[in-house]
Structures are given as structure tokens and as C-alpha cells.
């Protein structure tokens, strides 16, 4: 399997279709066979990610200087569309991937030592990088985190509780939002006391514990302790008191990725559910010449299509530099952003519920890609932003 193509200035339909074959063979014959042992072990093996470094796909859209491939978004999309479609489970790329929502903070805002010191190793696949904002009692309400870390010297001492931290298990740097204006700790104090922090995953004082979900199985997803733990001064990302901004500028690249992985995985169902259709018979023909089931079918892939052109048009705006600045086009694309990503998991989630009901029993049994993606669907809804905080998002930033 050869690794990532060398690609030019300009990359062209080539490259996507390169990408995309590489992407397929390595789910068929890497995970494919394995996926159901790592499901039932809640975690794929930690040498997957030295693999995925090698085919160059951890780098992929990360500066040259860090051993990455700077590459736009409509090829990155282009890799994630094609591993969630043949049939990498969610769990194993929230997890795999995990560094493209821990790592683009200290990109964008950490010091040039901070980011010599976190990014190459995690790129080359020798660490793993995780982002902790969720708390036990805060969910969307990032305003209100109260996890601290008081300046005692040179160093943050950080205490405090983070949730449904994906890779957290095993992460070995994880980007923790932290209140350092502690007279406002538990308040709604907005933008000015919350900071940012890489935390070693070694620390003294930090300790984890795992959490069984309803999907994402093999994704390694913790509850987060810190008591005490002491982080180098150094180790701030950005300036004090700037972590709101940082965070919501963060979910952006996160969503837009959550909609490409979402429009994967409901081709996955529609492919899944197609091939079953084409070989069941039912009373004496096959279930695709049924035209109740051939209207499914077109249900699936209206939905599919609409997602894919809307994809495009966004990720083709991030390309040209469209960002979600201050500006009315900046607003705006903010809003283009949080509805792909509702129309994308509604797509999944439309997709996986037809994909099942097509299957009949087999669709509900496990080891078919329906029942596992009819699972995980629902964190794809919450994840990055429920559909409700989208919505309003997305109003707000129209100026409605």
C-alpha cells in the first residue's frame, strides 16, 4: 500500500482518487478484519497510529515544519468520506484523529517552543494529542467550566474535572480549557477568564477513568481528574484569558470534519443496504425490484447528494479563505458551517435508520455496518455541538 501521493501546489482529481483508493484498502484488509475484536476491547491497537503517520494522513493539512503536508480541505474531506464509507467505524477516527481537535490551538497560538515540543511527535504518530472543554456539569455551556489553574510561580496548578474526552485514556499531551480568573470560577463570565493549556499525560495529579458508551466503542473515552497538577507556565496556549475565543474558532475545523465523516457513513448504509437489496430475494424476486425498497433507496440519495454539494461549497469557501471572523461574511459562513453539520448527521441518521429497516433482522444484528453506524449516530448529533446549539448559533451569526 503505497503512502500519501507527493502533491503539487494545485492537487488535482488524481490525488483525490489516490487518496481515496489507499483509504479503502487499508479499512479492508487494516481494520476491517480486527474491527470486531476492538470494538468488544474498547480500543484499537496504539500502532495504528504510527501506520496512519506513515500513510502521511496524520500530517495531512499540518505545516511541512512539523513533518506535516499542508493540503486544503476538499482533500482532507476527501480522505475522510473514504474511510467512513468503507466502513471505518466512528470510534476508530474520533480516536485516530483525535490530534485535529487538540492540536490546532497550539498551532494557531502557542509559542514556537510549545509547538516544537507537542506537534512533530504527535504527527509522526509517537504521541497522541486530545482536547478536554466538556465538564461533568457544563456540556455546551463552555462559559460556565469550572476546572482552574492558579499561577503558583512558573507553573499553572490545575484542578478540576473534564468528561467525555475522546482519547483520553491514553492521550499524552491534551489541550484543557481552564479558568484562570478564578474569582469567577463556576460564573457565566464570558470570554475574559478562560485560558488554555497543554497538559502533559504523565502529570503527577492526573488521573482517568474510562466511560461505557452507547456507540464509538473502540475509541478510548474518559473522565478527566485533575488534583493539584502542575503544568509549566510555558505550557499556556495563547494569552491568558483568550481560551473562549480559541475554543469557538476550534469548533469550526471540528464540524466541518464531523459533516465529511457524517456523509461517509451514510454511503456506508446506502452501499451496505444496496448490496443486501441486490441479492435477498423475497417472495420469488430480488428486494431491489420491490419499488417500495427502490424509493428508499432514492430517499437516501437525495439526502446523500444534497450533503455532499453543500460539503463542497463550504469547504471550497474555508479553501479561499473564508474564516469565521468578525465580518458578515465571516458570520455567515460560521452559520454555513453549523447546518451542514445538522444536515449532515440528519443525513447518517436518516441513512442508518433506512439502512436497517432494508436489512430487516440483519440489521439488527452485529458485524453489519448499519447497526454499528445506527449507534453511533447520535454523538455525531451531540459532538461538536448539539443541533440545538447549532441552530442557534447559526441565528445568531445571521443576525436573526
Not at 465538564?135 to 512558573?154: F, I, M, Y
Request: aromatic share 6%; proline share 4%; charged share 20%.
Amino acid at each position: 500500500m503505497s503512502a500519501l501521493p507527493e502533491l503539487a501546489q494545485e492537487f488535482g482529481p488524481e490525488d483525490v482518487a489516490a487518496v481515496e483508493d489507499v483509504a479503502r484498502r487499508f479499512i479492508q484488509t487494516e481494520v476491517a478484519p480486527h474491527l470486531a475484536d476492538w470494538e468488544e476491547a474498547g480500543e484499537f491497537p496504539r500502532s495504528l497510529y504510527q501506520r496512519a503517520a506513515d500513510l502521511g494522513w496524520l500530517g495531512l493539512g499540518y505545516p511541512e515544519r512539523f513533518g506535516g503536508t499542508p493540503a486544503p480541505w476538499a482533500l482532507r474531506n476527501a480522505l475522510t468520506i473514504a474511510l467512513a464509507r468503507s466502513g471505518g467505524s466512528g470510534g476508530l477516527m474520533a480516536s485516530l484523529f483525535s490530534l485535529n481537535i487538540g492540536l490546532p490551538p497550539v498551532l494557531r497560538h502557542g509559542s514556537a517552543a510549545l509547538q516544537q515540543q507537542v506537534v512533530p511527535d504527535v504527527l509522526a504518530g509517537r504521541k497522541i494529542a486530545a482536547l478536554a472543554i466538556t465538564e461533568p456539569g457544563g456540556g455546551t455551556d463552555v462559559s460556565a467550566l469550572k476546572t482552574t489553574a492558579r499561577l503558583e510561580g512558573n507553573e499553572y496548578v490545575v484542578d478540576g474535572e473534564k468528561t467525555f474526552i475522546t482519547s483520553g485514556m491514553r492521550a499524552d499531551w491534551i489541550t484543557v480549557a481552564v479558568r484562570t480568573d478564578l474569582k469567577n470560577k463556576g460564573q457565566k463570565s464570558g470570554a475574559g477568564g478562560i485560558s488554555m493549556l497543554m497538559v502533559p499525560g504523565d502529570a503527577p495529579g492526573l488521573s482517568r477513568s474510562p466511560l461505557k458508551k452507547m456507540g464509538w466503542h473502540c475509541s478510548d473515552t474518559a473522565q478527566l481528574r485533575f488534583d493539584g497538577v502542575r503544568v509549566p507556565a510555558s505550557n499556556l496556549v495563547g494569552e491568558e484569558g483568550a481560551g473562549f475565543k480559541i475554543i469557538l474558532t476550534n469548533f469550526n475545523g471540528e464540524r466541518l470534519s464531523m459533516a465529511a465523516m457524517a456523509l461517509g457513513f451514510a454511503e456506508c448504509c446506502y452501499d451496505e443496504a444496496l448490496g443486501w437489496a441486490q441479492q435477498r430475494k423475497t417472495f420469488g424476486t430480488a428486494l431491489i425490484d420491490h419499488q417500495v425498497i427502490r424509493h428508499k433507496f432514492m430517499d437516501m440519495k437525495m439526502r446523500i447528494e444534497s450533503t455532499r454539494a453543500w460539503l463542497h461549497a463550504v469547504a471550497d469557501r474555508a479553501d479561499a479563505g473564508d474564516r469565521g471572523d468578525k465580518s458578515a461574511k465571516g458570520a455567515e459562513w460560521v452559520a454555513q458551517v453549523c447546518l451542514l453539520k445538522n444536515h449532515a448527521t440528519q443525513t447518517m441518521q436518516f441513512c442508518a435508520d433506512q439502512g436497517v429497516q432494508i436489512l430487516g433482522g440483519m440489521g439488527y444484528m452485529r458485524g453489519t455496518a448499519c447497526e454499528r453506524i445506527y449507534r453511533e449516530v447520535k454523538v455525531m448529533m451531540i459532538g461538536g455541538g448539539a443541533e440545538e446549539i447549532m441552530k442557534e448559533l447559526a441565528s445568531r451569526q445571521l443576525g436573526l
